[in-house]
């Protein structure tokens, strides 16, 4: 990887450049670190401020592999399912009412089609912190506190880049962090610009089916992402008592060998309900109304200083 940057940053015609500006949100790790809703909320922002940004995915583990781009969502209607989508770009145009979201390998491709065909004005490069084909105006990093500083790089551990790559990146986001802690991370990654964020679950809300808003706090948590343990532990702070859990690997396409197996589960455990993540949700969806009561738990996120993050973003923009 340090090659592979060195060769890029000593050849910047190598890079293929869009006419509007490129915003990448990316990690270091192998995941779980909070990008998703870093992405959704500067989506929100930039719609806000009047902007009609692209988010341009890869589209991780769809189940169906569609050469070219496929167009998740054109900045009014979702136009894909999630095997054609993937799950996390289909959660982001749901989350973002009025973003494009457009899926393919080829970043570039993705975002010439969102510019000329759907009218891109600013794109957002989601986990783009490795996808160097592409250039960038602006690099924001999502970690937590301690994740780089301390890990390793794969096969070692979770990271896949060594830390010096870190100071590329112009703002780092650190979850779960206070802006006093968000500032000395940056200082050790040397990144110049940084911010808190705190993530809070939301009310919950059916998956599918009619369901009333839960009374009995007893909740089965089910997630396949790539910290699960952050989902429940979530949950029982927001003051659900979770009498159960249920974990499987990140991007799970769920079965309904699963949903027998949940639902046996819920039933044994005593739970009123089963609780999943807005990631998981759209992997249940294709399998119908399950035999329990399914709720999704938005997760919601603040910045602190928030107009660290903005600002930077905005210095960016036409």
Not at 172 to 178: G, H, I, K, L, M
Not at 308 to 316: E, M, N, P, R
Request: net charge neutral; glycine share 8%; with cysteine.
């Amino acid at each position: 990887m340090r090659v592979r940057r060195r060769r890029f940053e000593r050849q910047p015609h190598r890079q293929r450049r869009l006419s509007k500006p490129v915003i990448s949100v990316g990690n270091l790790s192998m995941g779980g670190t909070g990008k998703s809703p870093v992405v959704a909320a500067i989506a929100r922002w930039l719609i806000a401020n009047g902007h009609r940004p692209a988010i341009l995915s890869r589209g991780y583990a769809r189940q169906t592999n569609v050469d070219g781009v496929v167009v998740v969502a054109d900045g009014r209607d979702i136009v894909a399912t999630v095997d054609r989508s993937g799950d996390e770009p289909l959660m982001l145009a749901r989350q973002v009412t009025g973003a494009i979201v457009c899926v393919s390998p080829d970043r570039y491709l993705a975002g010439t089609l969102a510019e000329q065909q759907l009218g891109a004005t600013v794109h957002l490069l989601d986990d783009g912190f490795q996808h160097l084909e592409l250039a960038r105006n602006l690099d924001i990093l999502v970690t937590t506190l301690g994740e780089i500083p301390q890990g390793k790089v794969i096969p070692f551990g979770r990271l896949r880049e060594p830390q010096d790559a870190a100071a590329r990146a112009q703002v780092v986001v650190v979850s779960d962090a206070t802006a006093g802690a968000a500032q000395a991370e940056a200082w050790a990654l040397g990144i110049s610009a940084s911010c808190g964020a705190q993530r809070t679950l939301g009310a919950p809300e059916p998956v599918t089916g009619e369901h009333a808003p839960p009374t009995d706090p007893r909740v089965l948590a089910v997630a396949g992402i790539a910290n699960p343990d952050r989902f429940v532990n979530g949950l029982k702070q927001a003051g659900w008592n979770v009498v159960g859990s249920m974990t499987f690997r990140d991007h799970h396409g769920y079965t309904a060998n699963d949903v027998a197996a949940i639902a046996a589960t819920q039933s044994a455990a005593g739970a009123a309900a089963v609780f999943t993540t807005d990631k998981d949700a759209v992997r249940f969806e294709p399998l119908g109304v399950p035999p329990f009561a399914l709720y999704r738990v938005p997760l919601t996120i603040t910045f602190d200083p928030a107009e660290a993050l903005f600002d930077a973003v905005k210095a960016v923009l036409p």
